[in-house]
């Protein structure tokens, strides 16, 4: 084993009996580079990667290959989603130099941290109009025998590029307040860009970005037209309907291959399902479909089922690949991608018996297979599970009931989910990141206030009660990243305040305490201290503290992850809809003029940033319902949260020691109580109500 043994990261853990001489990244790793005069090889990925597993069997695990690494290099492994700070510094090089980018990545350093020569995954022997790997590393090390100062001048030339790029937003005398026109802009730009035959954005490969979904239903909301709308719920239905989503256990996949959302990248990631389940909420509640509640409800089961730490913390992801069922003997089976989810047709006639022919009409099963596309040839005779036929279409085919046909399929789904859970299951990567946790915290809470489940919000409060306990150091005011196996640890960013101040948000519209808001309030203003740039606004995505991250950068971007600028403009935007405080709404107006150019430019790469700008153009609305017993509240409850208002803060007050609390972070909801005796709604805009009601209908 090498040093990596020693470590946390469920990454750095599958590298650990490498033959390869691998440090952490660390002043240990720097410190021999510097001495030996030896370059640095930094490889960075995470442990759901799929190529991070070719590229270690092909490579790493080659004792040929590791001679050479050890020889000529310092070997430095970084697992990205413990320290995205390192991993955006490297991949911005990476992505200006070669134009694309992606895990693993691969990068040289000097001694110095340097980069200057840099790619994401390579073939161990050219492949593919690719190098080899071996090549390469013999190259490079070349190159720092004989040509060192040429390799030194132009790592320093790249580092002093980066700097230059560091500072992301408009200068402050460019900065401009960005109105209604940056989202009509924003708007075209999906439009051009719309699938209207098969859903989503561009063409194959299609990857869910939720915030987009977001960004387009609040403009539904905003404007009225309906178009962003329909574009929304057709590519929800596409995805549920499709190979991206897990049809038998639940929760979605991280992207589709083809653009028919057939044949999806098999990992599962815990801020996809938090993502989506928001946009499927939001989707029931505007079209008034069940299908979409019924969706998320499905994917927030499979969160609780499988990746919810018994503590309450939520795991980080599920990889893609793993033995195949057939292999599950074989000590030295090699994983393959998807074999936990894919079905031969006996496989499927063994288990379902009588019910096999409505599943098999339903998911499009083939004697030979089903996979249109199969880039690895992991898919030879074996399917893939999408919605090919309605039950109304089966029904008549078979000449039964629908209902028959319904029935039929809830046993079979039983039968497959209890069959599969005897397979070899995925790689679960059991460490828990406290922003990935707040996404989710909200998804739990929303879903808790809109379908009215408390189990649901059970859900979000023993997640937020973890972070709290675990990684919360109130001491130092100073949220941790990661923990694992009792172990927390590595000093967090911008993104783990923002997104968990986000689920606090959340959480407490759903359930009403006080403390939810008091530890949101606090945490926002940390944020401010930590991370805020005084001179073009928005927040860092690091502190600047540590001196082996190169460049303090800000993220602008909303990817799969939302920029932590981006959801800390909504979450001000919100404490200015809650507490009245003009200083929240000025600094969530200061990071939309640090963003406005972008804005009006390409608002598509900043979908978040116009949801949260589309909030700021909506009349805010406080919505209030005052009363106790959770009998008496909840039909009152269920009609404030029926329809889909996105610009509404809505929340309970329990009467009496919880009222006075909240009083202090609230003081205009001091005075609003229940009339005569029964749960009362206070609906107000911009904190100037109407009369108030006991009645649901009135309410509604």
């Not at 913390?313 to 793993?322: Q, V």
């Not at 909504?570 to 972008?598: C, I, K, M, P, Q």
Request: proline content about 5%; aromatic content about 10%; charged content about 25%.
């Amino acid at each position: 084993m090498n040093r990596l043994a020693a470590e946390q990261s469920p990454y750095l853990l599958q590298h650990a009996a490498n033959p390869v001489d691998w440090h952490a990244w660390g002043k240990a790793a720097f410190a021999r580079a510097r001495a030996e005069d030896k370059p640095i090889f930094l490889s960075i990925g995470y442990s759901t990667c799929h190529w991070c597993h070719v590229m270690e069997r092909e490579s790493f695990e080659s004792a040929e290959i590791a001679s050479v690494l050890n020889e000529h290099f310092v070997s430095i492994k970084v697992d990205r989603e413990e320290r995205p700070d390192v991993d955006r510094v490297y991949m911005t090089f990476v992505q200006a130099t070669t134009g694309s980018g992606g895990w693993p990545m691969s990068v040289w350093l000097t001694p110095d941290l340097q980069p200057f020569y840099g790619g994401t995954y390579y073939p161990p022997a050219a492949q593919w109009g690719r190098p080899g790997f071996r090549e390469i590393l013999l190259e490079i090390a070349r190159a720092w025998r004989e040509e060192r100062a040429n390799v030194l001048e132009s790592a320093s030339t790249i580092t002093e590029r980066l700097a230059s790029m560091a500072a992301s937003g408009d200068t402050p005398d460019k900065r401009v307040l960005p109105g209604a026109e940056a989202l009509t802009a924003t708007l075209r730009q999906f439009q051009y860009s719309f699938d209207a035959r098969r859903g989503g954005f561009g063409d194959a490969p299609k990857f869910p970005r939720p915030s987009e979904l977001l960004f387009l239903l609040r403009e539904h909301a905003r404007s009225g037209d309906e178009e962003p709308r329909d574009m929304v719920l057709k590519t929800l239905r596409a995805m549920a309907l499709g190979g991206m989503r897990d049809h038998i256990g639940g929760g979605f996949h991280r992207y589709s291959v083809d653009g028919n959302w057939r044949v999806p990248h098999f990992e599962k990631m815990l801020y996809d399902q938090a993502q989506l389940v928001l946009a499927y909420l939001e989707a029931a509640q505007v079209s008034g479909e069940v299908f979409f509640a019924e969706i998320a409800e499905d994917t927030l089961q499979y969160v609780r089922r499988d990746l919810t730490d018994r503590d309450g913390g939520f795991y980080s992801a599920e990889d893609a690949d793993s033995v195949p069922p057939e292999s599950a003997s074989d000590a030295h089976a090699h994983k393959s991608e998807g074999a936990f989810y894919i079905w031969r047709l006996d496989e499927i006639r063994s288990a379902l018996g009588d019910d096999s022919r409505a599943f098999e009409l339903r998911y499009g099963i083939l004697p030979d297979g089903n996979a249109p596309f199969d880039p690895q040839s992991e898919f030879t005779g074996k399917n893939l599970l999408y919605t090919a036929r309605g039950i109304a279409e089966i029904a008549n085919e078979l000449h039964v009931d629908a209902r028959e046909v319904a029935d039929s399929l809830t046993r079979a789904r039983v039968k497959l989910f209890e069959l599969r859970r005897t397979r070899p299951r995925p790689h679960l990567d059991d460490k828990v990141l406290t922003a990935w946790n707040g996404l989710m915290i909200a998804a739990f809470a929303r879903a808790g206030r809109v379908r009215y489940g408390e189990h649901h919000l059970d859900s979000a409060q023993r997640a937020a009660a973890f972070l709290r306990d675990r990684m919360w150091q109130a001491d130092r005011g100073i949220l941790l990243r990661r923990y694992r196996a009792g172990h927390a640890a590595i000093d967090g960013y911008a993104e783990d305040y923002a997104y968990l101040v986000f689920g606090l948000l959340e959480l407490f519209s759903a359930g009403g305490d006080p403390g939810w808001l008091e530890w949101a309030i606090e945490l926002q203003h940390r944020q401010d201290q930590l991370f805020w740039d005084d001179r073009s606004g928005g927040w860092f995505s690091t502190p600047g503290a540590d001196a082996s991250v190169l460049v303090r950068l800000k993220e602008d971007y909303d990817g799969a992850e939302p920029s932590a600028s981006a959801v800390g403009a909504w979450n001000l935007l919100t404490l200015s809809h809650l507490t009245g405080e003009g200083s929240y709404r000025a600094r969530a107006d200061d990071v939309f003029r640090t963003f406005g150019s972008r804005l009006l430019a390409q608002g598509r790469t900043l979908p978040m940033m116009a949801a949260a700008l589309s909030i700021a153009l909506a009349t805010p609305e406080q919505i209030v319902v005052v009363g106790g017993a959770a009998e008496s509240i909840s039909p009152l409850w269920a009609a404030a949260n029926r329809a889909y208002r996105p610009f509404a803060q809505i929340f309970r007050i329990e009467p009496g020691e919880n009222q006075q609390r909240l009083s202090s972070l609230l003081p205009w909801v001091g005075g609003m109580a229940a009339q005569n005796g029964k749960a009362t709604a206070y609906v107000c805009r911009s904190f100037t109500c109407d009369a108030p009601t006991t009645d649901p209908a009135t309410l509604a």
